[in-house]
């Protein structure tokens, strides 16, 4: 198994460009989400997905938008990229309990 | 509120001593508490759940309702153990959501 993955581990956006934050995980979790990881803050939840056709808003869900078509796949689209979304982004996937498996991150820079 | 707070950005310490790394949290009902680890260069994983009462790497935690706190402890920290350190609360809710604190990143030297 890969686990969780997710493409492209590091990318320069310039301001009000979008993008798309792709995450797939291969163990056939329900469960899935996207955290922004900042400096002194801690991991803060965008959104997640308890199931394919399932989303749902996290803390900080602002300028962000997410689908869920499949168990497999949890993109994550930037509309107008903005400075205040440079950070490192982690997906995570788990099938129901506490423990989440994470993916690698993808760092994003928006100058 | 929910909350999760870790007091301490950076805890340096030298190899072969004790390491204690706090960890806070608000809940009004009964939570499962989580330590989580990044290495460098490595994914957040698990590193140790309340419930399980286990030590992971010659770390524990205990979880005190009344200080409502989940420090996270070693008795000698090796050089290996280097690394960042998020305290999580999960809560009642069925959706399997971690309240992440802010992260203390450990840093023990030779």
């Known amino acids: 198994n890969a686990g969780v993955t997710q493409t492209p581990k590091f990318r320069i956006l310039k301001i009000g460009q979008s993008m798309t934050l792709q995450c797939t995980q291969d163990?056939?979790?329900?469960?899935m989400y996207w955290y922004r990881q900042d400096p002194g803050m801690g991991l803060k939840l965008i959104y997640y997905?308890?199931?394919?056709?399932?989303?749902d808003k996290g803390e900080v869900p602002n300028g962000y938008n997410v689908s869920r078509s499949t168990t497999e796949d949890f993109p994550l689209r930037l509309e107008l990229a903005a400075p205040s979304q440079t950070s490192v982004y982690f997906c995570?996937?788990?099938?129901?309990?506490?423990?989440?498996?994470f993916g690698p991150g993808t760092r994003l820079t928006v100058t | 509120a929910q909350r999760v707070t870790q007091p301490e950005k950076l805890l340096s310490v030298f190899k072969g001593a004790p390491v204690e790394l706090k960890c806070n949290y608000s809940?009004?009902?009964?939570?499962?508490l989580f330590w989580y680890v990044q290495y460098s260069r490595q994914r957040l994983q698990l590193l140790l759940r309340?419930?399980s009462r286990e030590s992971i790497k010659g770390f524990t935690a205990d979880l005190n309702k009344g200080e409502t706190s989940f420090h996270l402890k070693k008795p000698f920290a090796q050089e290996e153990d280097s690394a960042m350190y998020y305290c999580?609360?999960?809560?009642?809710?069925?959706?399997?959501?971690?309240?992440f604190g802010q992260g203390t990143t450990l840093q023990v030297k030779p």
């Open positions: 999580a609360l999960s809560g009642s809710s069925n959706t399997g959501k971690l309240i």
């Open positions: 997905s308890v199931g394919a056709g399932i989303t």
């Open positions: 309340h419930i």
């Open positions: 163990m056939n979790h329900n469960y």
């Open positions: 809940y009004s009902g009964s939570p499962e």
């Open positions: 995570a996937s788990t099938p129901g309990g506490p423990e989440q498996y």
